[in-house]
């Protein structure tokens, strides 16, 4: 019986005040009940007449600006007095109504109520510099551009006259009938948002009313007449929110707001401290469009040349993200990780201690792939828990089949930031594997099947593959080639020291072939050599064959076996004749080992230990068939891999071969090592320091034995060969080297990567570079940004045919297609092309390339024009073929820094519309352009696209506006076709959200979707599922409602970052060798399920959208013909 009372208790006290506020409601169905809600003896409130005490009450009709401003537009001399106003609010009511100079008087005090931030002492007649930005604090959208040189009028003629009284905290509004008194500031959120409460009498009421009318009047005059004039000031803050000027302002201001003006300028403490980094304008440069690539893509691959700053730059990129992260509310996600080369770590925290900056230490990427089970599990544990992680030297993680690159798949965070000089090595495949780690989630759907179709033709590829990997790169790669950045430095020498007095330069280089003489008889005994190469198996390279291991899902047994075969066969032959070319001693250390090969060929050698050796190999293994899983089958065409006796003949005829290749080494003479020991001799006389590389240690040790140590007395020769001597080295021929003695070093292409040698000014090629990445690093020793040199030199090779390689065209091929893609740093000697096709005999593939090679070498200007996103940007201003001068794009982007907005008006034959947003915490600055065509609107975001566009129109119109040609009666059809073409850019903005956002919120609805009609989840999750679905932007059918769509997208990529992870991890465990990549897309809907407090966690925070408008840096408005009608 009790627990029924106190059930029927509750039930009165929850039901009763619903049904009093219903009742209330059925009577008054024009006044307002204060509450529905509370307990049984809350009795709900009626609000008193709106008319009478204007209030601001949410979700409601009840705003006071509803009441006041029309008592003010009413009125012939309206008396505004208030504690704050903005410009904003000023301009939408004075500057938006016609009429008002026609009024006797516009009286307008206004002051700033007393703030913990102006408390300090300072001169009250005027406002400050913080009031002054108080001021601008609603924000001027350019939605109201007409009004405010509505307004600046209204101001110089006076028939508005303004003034100032610190701290004024009144708030009085007096119109010819009526006037209001009460908490209400003159702005938005006073007049519509805030909870305020005011009274308002009539002059024409009663008589106490009438007389408290009076009386509000005489407090707004007694105030009015109390404040300081300050028209002037009000002129001026409107004036710097906009000028009407020429097009070439607007222009340098759009793109200075892009290159040189990221949102971290406006944060002093950030902006002080970055300052005294003694950044390099191309360093900032790249900064800021890394940083804006990472807003969007949360990847960016950050490839300038060698020397150039980039690990200072990404140090200092790093610390940048970090503080970001941190303003956003991230500081749990903000741990940086970075793993590069054993060789930089130190360099690596160099500069990270240089800036004061302390992330994690960074790890050599050995210690994910090697070492200890359990160094290895911490280290890549750090890969795995790292939100910011930088993976230096980039093209070490493009086998896909090594451990380290397995490794690297299974990182988990949220920004990606990759570092190469040379993204492309071998082929265009490398790219492939570039955007592969960065993820395929920055590919649009369209470009996406496209890369999936070049994924499974690496090897063929043509220069319509070449354009399709351009596109897929051009928004995510920075990068400056060494030409681009000395036009920077020409352009702004002072800006770009070393140190004092010192400027940077990538110096000249001159690329000469010296010739490597042969006699007749060894070029015959090359060729006999090569000859016993083709006959070889390569039953080294086929000790196990596991197709588990290594076969491919699709590929059958047998298959495998023939490819295993022939790669094998291939790889023997191609050490045997890459190893002549090196010097006989590398070919016989190959042969029979180190050891045999200093006693054959009478050299001290310096290595420890004995490489090499084919011969014993394969006598060790001879009794015993290869490992295998394969069934006999599979063995068929290969019967010596399956039957012991046949492989034992197998391995002898391949021992034979080895033997006589050996002898026909041994017999050659060494004139080739010989005339390149005397081409080192000589440079050593020209110069003091001079590098030379080989791809083997063995070739060095000959070279410096058997020729240059009888030369010690006229320089010092290197060849470093452990830590410490690799450390002699790098003080030799560092900056901080005192020694006047002239050294060469013979360095190994170990030493070729990440280190700095300035001192030297000469490159030797003792071997051609097999790969392009070997090419440009070892160029990069000596071609710096800081060297000393106005030129540099670089020496290849003319080898005859028995000593060249087919990779020798491929080099150049690998040249032309990075070239192509994104800009080379190197010129390779087109001598060296023409004698490779001659004497290799290949004219029909080498007679196609050459052609194409030429007509890209006539072309590469236009070519490189998209070497990265902004690229087509910087053509805007560059030198010879930009629309504007680098001068004057200098100096017009200084002019009127404080104009909030800079607008140029033009007439055209169709309206178009170009607009450039200024970045924010949250977004990257953006560029728009709409063009009015017959059939619509086309709007574009695309920087190559609107550029090509704008240089068009630019060069050709001729009708532009300034103030003082503009006329008032144009202002209101000119602003009304403006707000419509504004209208319509924000209605397509989803059109334009990045590929990876946009497949989020695609994804997000799709489990919304499916949650609300799942029976195992409760009905209030459903509900908060659909509350959601409902206030969410929605992709597919274009529309954003009032909800931001870049924000809500960006925390859906948060939100389901964890899953996508979840779907990587369970292919890694059901396949370890899988290359298959996964995007948002491929997360399944129906079995995600996202708890309740999740969704209602972005319910609670949905981004509304922001006031875009206010964000308008520069824009260019041409008017269609016929649009500006003279009065007369």
């Known amino acids: 019986m009790g627990l029924f009372v106190l059930w029927a208790l509750k039930l009165l006290v929850e039901i009763f005040p619903k049904i009093i506020c219903m009742a209330s409601n059925r009577k008054k169905s024009t006044k307002e009940v204060a509450s529905c809600t509370g307990s049984l003896f809350d009795q709900p409130q009626e609000l008193p007449d709106q008319e009478r005490f204007p209030i601001n009450r949410k979700r409601s009709d009840l705003k006071v600006g509803k009441v006041v401003e029309p008592d003010l537009q009413d009125s012939g001399e309206p008396w505004i007095v208030t504690g704050f106003s903005s410009l904003g609010y000023l301009v939408k009511f004075l500057g938006a109504r016609s009429g008002w100079e026609k009024r006797k008087k516009i009286k307008l005090a206004f002051g700033f109520e007393p703030r ?16 002054e930005a108080a001021l601008l604090e609603e924000g001027f959208s350019i939605q109201n551009w007409s009004n405010l040189f509505r307004l600046i009028k209204l101001l110089e003629s006076d028939v508005v006259e303004a003034r100032f009284l610190d701290r004024l905290h009144a708030k009085i509004y007096v119109g010819d009938s009526f006037a209001t008194l009460g908490s209400s500031n003159f702005s938005t959120s006073g007049l519509t948002q805030q909870p305020e409460a005011n009274v308002r009498v009539s002059r024409f009421g009663t008589s106490i009313e009438a007389s408290q009318y009076e009386a509000f009047k005489q407090l707004a005059q007694f105030f009015f007449y109390e404040a300081k004039p300050c028209n002037d000031v009000l002129v001026a803050l409107l004036k710097q929110q906009l000028k009407l000027t020429r097009w070439q302002e607007t222009l340098a201001r759009a793109i200075a707001e892009l290159l040189e003006r990221p949102w971290y300028k406006k944060v002093s403490e950030l902006q002080d401290y970055l300052g005294k980094l003694s950044l390099w304008p191309t360093q900032k440069e790249g900064i800021n ?32 993200l970090t503080h970001w992260l941190w303003r956003k ?57 790292a939100n910011v992680l930088v993976i230096d030297e980039a093209h070490r993680f493009l086998n896909p089949d090594t451990n380290r690159t397995r490794q690297i798949r299974r990182h988990r965070a949220d920004y990606l930031i990759l570092s190469t000089a040379t993204p492309l090595s071998k082929k265009p495949k490398d790219l492939v594997r570039i955007v592969e780690i960065l993820g395929v989630d920055v590919l649009p759907d369209n470009q996406l099947e496209a890369f999936n179709r070049l994924r499974k033709n690496l090897d063929n590829y043509n220069d319509q593959d070449l354009i399709l ?15 681009q950045i000395n036009t920077y430095l020409d352009a702004n020498p002072v800006a770009h020291q070393y140190c004092p007095d010192k400027n940077c330069r990538y110096p000249e280089k001159e690329n000469e072939i010296y010739k490597t003489d042969c006699r007749p008889e060894d070029i015959s005994k090359a060729e006999q050599i090569l000859k016993c190469a083709d006959n070889l198996k390569g039953l080294v390279f086929l000790q196990k064959l596991f197709k588990k291991k290594y076969r491919k899902r699709d590929q059958t047994d047998e298959q495998y076996v023939a490819n295993r075969t022939g790669a094998a066969k291939a790889i023997a032959k191609y050490k045997i004749r890459a190893l002549l070319r090196s010097s006989r ?16 060929l009478a050299f001290q050698r310096s290595k420890k230990m004995n490489t090499g050796d084919m011969i014993r190999v394969l006598k060790e293994g001879r009794d015993i068939l290869p490992e295998t899983d394969l069934k006999s089958d599979a063995l068929t065409k290969y019967p010596w891999l399956a039957d012991l006796t046949l492989y034992q003949k197998a391995v002898d005829e391949e021992l034979k071969l080895y033997s006589e290749i050996m002898e026909l080494a041994v017999a050659m003479s060494d004139d080739r090592e010989k005339g390149k020991a005397e081409m080192l001799h000589q440079l050593m006389q020209a110069n003091t320091h001079v590098l030379a590389f080989d791809s083997t240690l063995i070739t060095l040790d000959y070279l410096q034995d058997k020729f240059l140590n009888r030369l010690n007395n006229q320089f010092i020769c290197h060849v470093p060969r452990n830590s ?24 190994s292409d170990s030493m070729s990567e990440g280190i700095n040698l300035p001192r030297a000014n000469v490159v030797l090629m003792l071997d ?35 000593f060249t390689l087919r990779k020798d065209l491929r080099l150049f091929k690998a ?91 033009a007439q055209d034959e169709r309206g178009w519309l170009f607009v450039a947003l200024k970045a924010t915490d949250d977004l990257p600055p953006r560029w728009y352009l709409l063009q009015e065509s017959v059939e619509g609107y086309r709007i574009e975001t695309a920087l190559e696209e609107i550029c090509c566009f704008l240089t068009l129109k630019m060069r050709i119109l001729e009708d532009w506006y300034t103030l003082d040609e503009w006329r008032p009666e144009w202002w209101e059809s000119v602003q009304s076709l403006m707000n419509k073409y504004l209208i319509s850019m924000q209605a397509h903005q989803l059109q334009h959200l990045p590929p990876l956002k946009e497949r989020a919120l695609k994804k997000g609805r799709q489990i919304l979707q499916s949650i609300t009609s799942r029976k195992d989840v409760s009905e209030e999750h459903k509900s908060v599922a659909y509350q959601l679905l409902q206030k969410m932007p929605d992709p597919l059918n274009n529309v954003a409602g009032a909800t931001d769509p870049y924000l809500c997208a960006q925390q859906w990529v948060d939100l389901l970052r964890p899953h996508l992870h979840e779907l990587q991890d369970k292919q890694e465990r059901r396949n370890p060798k899988s290359n298959k990549l996964f995007s948002f897309s491929d997360i399944p809907a129906k079995n995600t399920l996202i708890p309740q407090e999740q969704i209602q966690a972005l319910l609670d925070h949905l981004p509304n959208k922001g006031a875009e408008w206010e964000q308008v840096a520069a824009c260019i408005l041409a008017v269609p013909s016929g649009c500006l009608i003279d009065s007369n």
């Not at 990069?780 to 940004?785: E, K, N, T, V």
């Open 815 to 905: 040249n032309y297609a990075a070239r192509f893609v994104y800009g080379s740093n190197i010129s390779i000697p087109e001598d060296l092309l023409h004698q490779e096709i001659e004497e290799r005999d290949l004219p029909a593939e080498g007679a196609d390339f050459m052609n194409s090679y030429r007509k890209h070498l006539r072309e590469e200007n236009a070519i490189d024009a998209s070497s990265d996103a902004f690229k087509p940007v910087r053509t805007l201003f560059m030198r010879g073929s930009g629309i504007i001068t680098p001068e004057d794009y200098d100096n017009l982007k200084k002019q009127d820094v404080r104009v909030r907005t800079k607008l140029s008006i």
């Open 768 to 802: 051609m570079p097999s790969v392009l990445r070997l090419a440009e690093q070892r160029i990069g020793r000596i071609d710096r940004l800081n060297s000393p040199f106005e030129k540099v030199k670089i020496l290849w090779p003319g080898d005859k045919s028995p």
């Open 585 to 600: 001693a590398a070919l016989v250390e190959h042969i029979a080992g180190t050891d045999e090969a200093a006693r054959r």
């Open 329 to 385: 509310g991230h500081m749990f996600r903000s741990r940086i990780e970075t793993i590069c080369p054993k060789l930089v770590v130190q360099s690596w925290q160099h500069e990270a201690d240089a800036i004061r900056f302390i992330p994690r230490h960074a790890f050599s990427d050995g210690a994910i792939s090697g070492g200890s089970d359990e160094n290895r599990e911490r280290a890549v544990e750090r890969l795995r828990q």
């Open 469 to 483: 990997l351009r596109d897929y790169l051009k928004h995510l790669i920075v990068r400056l080639t060494k030409e």
């Open 116 to 131: 913990k931030q102006l408390t300090k002492p300072r001169n009250a007649d005027l406002p400050t510099f913080e009031e």
């Open 289 to 320: 469009q890394a940083l804006q690539t990472l807003q969007q893509h949360h990847c960016v691959l950050i490839a300038d040349p060698t020397g150039s700053g980039k690990t200072k730059l990404i140090s200092t990129l790093g610390l940048i």
């Open 724 to 747: 410490s001597s690799q450390k002699k080295v790098l003080d030799e021929f560092g900056f901080k080297s005192t020694s006047t003695d002239k050294h060469l070093a013979l360095l």
